[in-house]
């Protein structure tokens, strides 16, 4: 299998999206891909042929389109604070919180694509972030995360599990949890407190409606900071 360069995989996410803004965040912009861009149709089998996994940094998901909406409407929650926007994608979330001013955003994503997906959405929104694709999971989650984001985490039981039981382990350290979720079938309901719900239009080409019901949840009760 190929292993594209960081020039590489820039150039491929240039060359395969267009720049828009996510139904539920206008005042953003994201490289995604669309109906008429080519990485919509290539399928899995293609993408491995060069070396791309799945992209998901490609699509605005439901649960990060949520998760980012409430927190450009509560900049609060972030604003002079140090952030982790987990398993990032197009990095949705970390940008939202950078643009309700975050003191620091680390968006992490395993997916080395997501990297250059970050760096280019940021530019267009007049943010930094940084990025690491080491698995955070492998380690307890970082001292220095005041806030930890995280959007559309559920979609396979073992991985949501363990993702869950980190983001517990943060937050009983005093890091602050928010999670966006479409209703996704291995997402857990106990321990957790909704803080807000949307209706997030989508595509059908990824969900099994065109419009989502979603909602933000906090891993503690975070209603006395939702101004």
Not at 39 to 64: H, M
Not at 180 to 185: I, K
Not at 202 to 218: I, S
């Amino acid at each position: 299998m190929i292993v594209p360069t960081a020039e590489a995989r820039r150039a491929f996410i240039l060359a395969n999206t267009a720049l828009e803004s996510p139904p539920h965040t206008p005042e953003l912009r994201l490289h995604l891909a669309t109906e008429v861009t080519p990485i919509w149709k290539l399928t899995e089998e293609a993408l491995a042929g060069i070396g791309l996994p799945p992209p998901f940094w490609a699509f605005a998901w439901a649960g990060g389109q949520a998760l980012a909406r409430y927190v450009l409407d509560h900049p609060k929650i972030v604003a002079g604070k140090a952030v982790v926007d987990f398993a990032a994608g197009s990095g949705i979330v970390g940008i939202a919180a950078a643009k309700a001013g975050a003191a620091r955003v680390l968006a992490a994503d395993i997916d080395p694509f997501c990297g250059a997906a970050v760096a280019l959405n940021a530019a267009a929104n007049g943010v930094i972030l940084e990025f690491t694709d080491t698995d955070l999971l492998d380690a307890p989650a970082p001292a220095w995360g005041e806030v930890i984001l995280a959007g559309d985490i559920c979609y396979e039981k073992p991985l949501a599990e363990r993702v869950m039981a980190w983001l517990a382990q943060a937050a009983a350290r005093g890091a602050r949890v928010l999670i966006g979720d479409p209703g996704r079938s291995y997402f857990p309901r106990s321990g957790l407190t909704k803080l807000a719900e949307y209706q997030v239009v989508t595509t059908r080409e990824l969900e099994d409606f065109a419009v989502k019901k979603t909602a933000v949840w906090a891993l503690a009760d975070e209603r006395r900071d939702a101004d």
